[in-house]
T-cell receptor, first 113, second 115 residues
């Protein structure tokens, strides 16, 4: 119930293409869903986050789509760039648990020039 | 200042050594976290401090000892570690209010190697 399942494990996209990463959860008590980007040797950086009362949130080239009934959410990276090549983690948290982040397993994205 | 700083960046220690990791934030956040991250894996929560009090300990071995001396500072004291404890140790803090209520900001981490 505490797991967040993330797919794909790795993704190769051409420059200018759309990168799509998917996550699914079981625990309906989760009320916060962030996405983090991590470059090698660095700490995770918050990209974008959503709450379950919103179905979509867009910030620049990054969009989260949220399907509460299916218990799924996804990250879309539009016009993908080589600088987007990194590992992406989805996560989920609940307010009554100190917002402890439960991370997905990660997706290694490579954007080819 | 929207930064979480961690020192040292790298640490190599023997199994009999005692060392400490330090984390600092000046964003007024009242929740601070320690995570451990092994290569090609997601971060795993170790400890959570809320208002300088330990609120979550994820069954971490006693060779890891956290300390929160004040609202801006978080330490992780290390003693008698094992080689399998080698990892990237990440500190994070969470904003307490407003639109960014839930956002956790991570530091750059300390790369720990136990010989």
């Amino acid at each position: 119930q505490q797991q967040v399942k993330q797919s794909p494990q790795s993704l190769i996209v051409q420059k200018g293409g759309i990168s799509i990463i998917n996550c699914a959860y079981e625990n309906t008590a989760f009320d916060y869903f962030p996405w983090y980007q991590q470059f090698p040797g660095k700490g995770p950086a918050l990209l974008i986050a959503i709450r379950p009362d919103v179905s979509e949130k867009k910030e620049g080239r990054f969009t989260i789509s949220f399907n509460k009934s299916a218990k799924q959410f996804s990250l879309h990276i539009m016009d993908s760039q080589p600088g987007d090549s990194a590992t992406y983690f989805c996560a989920a948290a609940r307010g009554d648990s100190s917002y402890k982040l439960i991370f997905g397993s990660g997706t290694r994205l490579l954007v080819r020039p | 200042d929207t930064e979480v700083t961690q020192t040292p960046k790298h640490l190599v220690m023997g199994m009999t050594n005692k060392k400490s990791l330090k984390c600092e934030q000046h964003m007024g956040h009242r929740a601070m976290y320690w995570y451990k991250q092994k290569a090609k894996k997601p971060p795993e929560l170790m400890f959570v401090y809320s208002y300088e009090k330990l609120s979550i300990n994820e069954s971490v071995p006693s060779r890891f000892s956290p300390e929160c001396p004040n609202s801006s500072l978080l330490n992780l004291h290390l003693h008698a570690l094992q080689p399998e404890d080698s990892a990237l140790y990440l500190c994070a803090s969470r904003s307490p209010r407003g639109d960014s209520y839930n956002e956790q900001f991570f530091g750059p981490g300390t790369r720990l190697t136990v010989l």
